[in-house]
């Protein structure tokens, strides 16, 4: 169970940097183009919706890790 739980703990850190690394591109992507039409920013938008999707993943990753290594 300790193996399961530092494999969790590693891949929900990683998925999370790398969300995280994505979205503020998206994010400054966003505000730098100053969204003249929407299908301009439906790309930056829609990254950061998924991005977000996987942060929300990666801290369920997180919280499990937590649990498997409490076992």
């Known amino acids: 169970m300790k193996a ?3 494999l969790m ?8 940097l790398l969300a995280a690394f ?3 591109a998206a994010w400054n992507d966003f505000g730098a183009r100053g ?3 929407a299908d301009q920013c439906a790309d ?3 990254v950061m919706v998924l ?3 996987a942060m929300v993943a ?3 990753m ?6 498997f290594a409490r076992r």
């Open 4 to 6: 399961l739980a530092y």
């Open 22 to 24: 994505v979205f503020f």
């Open 51 to 53: 991005t977000g999707c």
């Open 58 to 60: 990666a801290v369920v």
């Open 44 to 46: 930056a938008v829609s």
């Open 62 to 67: 997180l919280f499990a890790a937590v649990v």
């Open 9 to 16: 703990l590693l891949l929900g850190l990683c998925l999370g």
């Open 35 to 37: 969204c003249p039409g």
